[in-house]
């Protein structure tokens, strides 16, 4: 099992397949991706022996991210060789859902149980506004569809301060009668969005004391499960989460690590570099790349330095996938 120094342990890998993507998120890649590096990204092979190495040293889920993974072609086989891996019981994927109604039976068929999907804004005047995209119908039809199929759904919104109270009553009224797991993430300062940062974050504490207020209660945090704090309410089907990264402790119930696109192994979403892999996945050596993961963990460090401002080498989280 992979454990640091301060005794936590590394259930959940994030992989990155691409940092490539077709949405132009205001927070995230404002101007949209721009193709001005070299887009070597991990084969469908050297993936393959990450998951093995992971999964041999204790890692039961696998978040498959991006830029947006669904842009990869290899997608459903990428989701196979995860599932397939002894050891990986959830393989899940973030994606922006452009792709949900084509794509969401292959991804089911391959083995996918977890599907989240960014939304920052059921008002498609304001989806639009946020990403660059007039695609909110037919994501919330691709939603369906995962539901359908029944799949654990959480959807993604980040915090933003003009449209926070509008996302917050509409949100409320969609979980009603609706078996999802909704998100609201603070705005993560990033290496590119300085500005925008400071004048769009926006604290999730007044909004966990008005859930509180409204009869919402804190729900136990499982093993495998993500960062957020999560609430529950008797007269509402979908559930409540909170991702707070600025919030005191946030970093010592953290229990995942980051793979990149590129094969870099990142201790934390803001650290200073990403550590290299892709030496000993050319040939397959899933005995060498454990023995240098459990060396790297080594480095990593109790928490982020957010509250200081330092970004680390992340620019903006489509490079890592969040
Ligand atoms: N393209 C996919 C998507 O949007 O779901 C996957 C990659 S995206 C980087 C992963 C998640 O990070 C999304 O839910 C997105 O909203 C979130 N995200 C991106 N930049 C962020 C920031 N600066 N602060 C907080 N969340 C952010
Ligand atoms: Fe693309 Fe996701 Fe970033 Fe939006 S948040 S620009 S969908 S990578």
Redesign the pocket.
Known sequence: MLEDKFGRRFHYLRLSITDV?N?R?S??LPDGYQCDTPRDFLSLGEITTVVRAFAELGTSKIRI?????SLRKDLPQIIERCASTPGIKQVAI????YKLPQMINSWVDAGLTNL???I?SLDPRQFHAITGHDKLQTILQGVEQALALGLKVKI???LLKPYSKELLSTALAWLKDKPLALRL??????GD?HDF?NANHLSGQPIKEQLLAQGWQQSQRDIAAGPAQEFSHPDYQGRLGLIMPYSKDFCASCNRLRVSATGNLHLCLFAEQGLPLRPLLADGDVAALKEKLAALLGKKEASHWLHDGFTGATK???M???
């Open positions: 993507c949405f998120c927070y995230c991210t991006g830029g947006e993974p973030t994606t922006n859902g989240n999907v960014s920052d993604n919104s980040v993430i603070e705005l993560m300062e990033t969005n940062f903006q989280l489509a890592l996938g969040g």
